[in-house]
């Protein structure tokens, strides 16, 4: 198994916010996405400010293909040095009504309370993840993160939302309806019923 090397050299080192064996992981947050055909993918924190992924090939065919995860280079070519490690997760990922490609978001915070999120357009001609330069708000480190995707049969209009409280601990989200890196992100709407 090639991913055993990556794990031990891991251990050679002081790794916060999760404890990492040969075969367990301890995360403090997590997300975890359906990438459809090729599999899941998971996203935690992964030490020194970075982001971690976790890929499995398991497809709802080959169940059992789900048991088998390995460290996978996705987010990581961002080279992300400042996520927070106390940094919650949220992630979406969907067949862009616009390319046809299976597109990803993942949003993350930064070490300065900035939500920060990162665009995949799934397109082979494209460079695997940028960073969307919107910072989405400056929040308390550790706030959590819930976002989704919205389109019907396939044709625009999409919306795309993600979920925070806000500095004052209020319900908020900021969304666009624009596919590609740079969300046109709405101004914060405070949720009320
Ligand atoms: C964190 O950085 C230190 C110093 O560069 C390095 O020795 C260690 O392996 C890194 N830890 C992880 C989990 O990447
Ligand atoms: C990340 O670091 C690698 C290795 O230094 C480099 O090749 C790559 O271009 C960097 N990625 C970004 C997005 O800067
Ligand atoms: C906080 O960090 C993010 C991510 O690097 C950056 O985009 C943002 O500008 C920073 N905010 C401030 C106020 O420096």
């Known amino acids: 198994m090639l991913i055993f090397p990556v794990i031990s ?14 075969s367990t992981i301890q995360p403090a947050k997590f997300a975890v996405l ?24 398991g497809v ?5 293909a ?12 961002l080279n992300i040095t400042n996520a927070a490690p106390s940094t919650d997760f949220a992630v979406i990922g969907y ?3 616009v390319t046809g490609a299976f597109t990803t978001r993942l949003w993350y915070q930064a070490t300065n309370g900035s939500i920060i999120t ?10 695997p993840w940028v960073l969307d330069p919107v910072v989405i708000a400056t929040v308390p480190l550790g706030t959590p993160l819930s976002a989704f995707h919205s ?7 999409e919306i ?25 992100w709405s101004a914060p709407v405070t949720i009320t019923t």
């Open 160 to 184: 795309i939302v993600i979920q925070y409280p806000d500095v004052n601990g209020l319900l908020t989200h900021r969304w666009t309806t624009t596919e590609g890196v740079n969300g046109i």
């Open 95 to 97: 067949t862009s009504p």
């Open 118 to 127: 990162a665009y995949h357009s799934g397109l082979a001609d494209d460079p």
């Open 34 to 57: 359906n990438v459809a055909t090729v599999g899941a993918r998971t996203y935690l924190y992964g030490g020194n400010g970075t982001i971690m992924e976790l890929s499995t090939h």
């Open 66 to 77: 789900y048991d088998t995860w390995a460290f996978f280079p996705g987010v990581s070519t």
């Open 9 to 22: 050299a891991l251990l050679l080192a002081p790794v916060p916010y999760f404890v990492l064996t040969s």
């Open 60 to 64: 709802p065919s080959d169940p059992t």
């Open 151 to 157: 389109n019907l049969n396939g044709v625009l209009p």
